[in-house]
């Protein structure tokens, strides 16, 4: 019970405060260093422009423009690694028995004629 309250607090209210972050146990220190860092971009770099360009559209264009160079970046490396280690979602298929019907059955089912009942 303690370690629910423990876990709620570092990813529900830690997370909420810092504006998405926490630092997660169960992943690589690489993969909490890369989220780390790019939590820290995002959170910087707004109050970086405000303190050395004037707010005018020039500087908009610029947050705007390295963001979407960010996230442009963190995309194609995702899906370069993708195409690398990825070898396919297993699909796993029926048997050849299973997926067809056997011939009796169609053929019966072909005999059988729907003819209303006279209700006489």
Known sequence: MVS??????RQGVWA???GGWYHDPEQS???NSCHLYLWLFLLLLPLALHLACPPNAVTAV???SSVAVVFTTIKLVSYR??????????????PVQQREEPARDREARSQRT??????R
């Open 4 to 9: 629910q309250a423990l876990q709620l607090l």
């Open 16 to 18: 909420a405060l810092t």
């Open 29 to 31: 220190r690489f993969t």
């Open 62 to 64: 610029l947050y705007c």
């Open 81 to 94: 690694l993708h195409l690398m280690f990825d070898e396919g979602e297993v699909v796993r298929l029926r």
């Open 114 to 119: 729907t003819t209303p009942k006279d209700p």
